[in-house]
């Protein structure tokens, strides 16, 4: 059976940090970039939040936890959920996983839990994994949750990386249980998703483990032009892939819900599609990338918009450290 998304939900820091902040403690400038990038504003965990991704975890599951029950009265709780899967690259420890901390913190305790780490890539795949479980017959519901705190891994006197990330936490609900509408119709749930990876790109974007070097903090490395070049190339090739797959065209997906790194890639992927720019929804001018949050925000903000309506035809797209790439396509 087709797995639906049944519930999102996000979760961002209060802390808001412009581009003109930034131009205050390093040399950059907020027409910089606006014009590069299309970012205005960004959140910054501090507190008990940077040191705590499960906060920011555990607020988005929280509120996909309540869409879920109050779509489904009565008959959706927490206990529906038999599975956890956390997509991160910054977690709080090296173990417990993130989503064995979750579900303590979730008063979930049953389900499995796991992490999946695969940078902007990992909501993707975190989906991919559950889709093929729920798809399996061995889990029914399954809680994914992507969300980094890239603000503690960034060089913040790098003005290349620095000025692009930030920090948040999405959670979307899948589920194949008919009694949330889970059955496998034609026109509902996942369609397909295809993966891949180029592990020979790691030079171009990588940040070694944080607790590789005590004395010398784990910093984040990225060759912007070449991160740029290899996500307009591949994100509209896995794009075309997936609708192939599903003999679908660009022009039968409502909406492009991709990972936000850059304005411009977003522009540049809909135009190598010959899309318009309205399908590709975008908030990247208030977050910057969130890395493995940027996909569930996005989506669960369109969802609380009512930007997707029942049967439309959805494509998600993801790309990053690898250097991964993803896409899925899945009827709302
Ligand atoms: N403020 C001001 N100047 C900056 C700057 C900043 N924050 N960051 C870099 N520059 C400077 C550089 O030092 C360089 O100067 P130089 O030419 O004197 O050496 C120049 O701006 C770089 O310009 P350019 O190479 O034309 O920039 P760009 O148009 O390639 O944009 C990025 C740079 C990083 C915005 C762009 O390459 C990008 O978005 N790459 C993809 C990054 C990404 O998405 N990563 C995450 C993937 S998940």
Redesign the pocket.
Same mark, same amino acid.
């Given at each position: 059976m087709a797995p639906r998304i049944i519930a999102t939900g996000s979760y961002v820091p209060e802390k808001i940090v412009t581009n003109d902040d %930034?131009s205050k403690c390093?040399?950059?400038?907020d027409e910089?970039?606006r014009t590069?990038?299309g970012i205005a504003e960004r959140r910054i965990a501090e507190g008990e939040e940077k040191t705590k991704l499960l906060t920011l975890m555990k607020g988005a599951s929280e509120q996909a936890l309540r869409m879920a029950e109050e779509r489904f009265p009565g008959s959706f709780g927490r206990e529906a959920v038999d599975l956890i899967i956390a997509a991160t690259c910054t977690p709080d420890m090296a173990f417990p996983a993130m989503a064995c901390r979750l579900q303590a913190a979730l008063s979930m305790e049953g389900t499995a839990a796991f992490d999946l780490s695969l940078?902007?890539t990992g909501f993707v795949a975190a989906l991919n994994t559950a889709d093929a479980f729920i798809q399996s017959g061995r889990y029914k519901t399954v809680l994914v949750v992507g969300g980094d705190v890239m603000s503690r891994m960034l060089d913040w006197e790098d003005? !290349?990386?620095?000025? %692009?990330f930030g920090d948040g936490a999405g959670a979307a609900i899948l589920s194949g249980d008919p009694r949330f509408g889970g059955e496998g119709r034609e026109d509902r749930g996942f369609v397909d998703m295809v993966m891949h990876a180029d592990g020979t790109g790691e030079e171009a %974007?990588h940040c070694r483990a944080m607790y590789f070097n005590e004395k010398e903090p784990a910093k984040e490395y990225?060759d912007?032009?070449r991160?740029?070049e290899f996500?307009v190339r591949k994100v509209p090739e896995v794009i075309r892939e997936v609708l192939d797959k599903a003999g679908k065209t660009p022009a039968d997906v409502s909406l492009y819900v991709l990972?936000q790194? !850059?304005y411009?890639?977003l522009e540049s992927v809909a135009k190598r599609l010959s899309e318009p720019m309205e399908k590709f929804p975008h908030n990247i001018a208030r977050y910057g !990338?969130t890395?493995a949050g940027s996909i569930p925000i996005l989506l669960d903000e369109l969802c609380r918009e009512g930007r997707f309506k029942e049967g439309d035809l959805i494509c998600l797209a993801g790309?990053?450290?690898g250097l991964s790439y993803g896409a899925a396509l899945l009827y709302w």
């Open positions: %930034l390093m040399d950059t400038s910089w970039i590069r990038t940078a902007c003005r !290349n990386t620095a000025v %692009l %974007l990225m912007g032009r991160v740029f996500a990972h790194a !850059n411009r890639i !990338n890395t790309f990053g450290g």
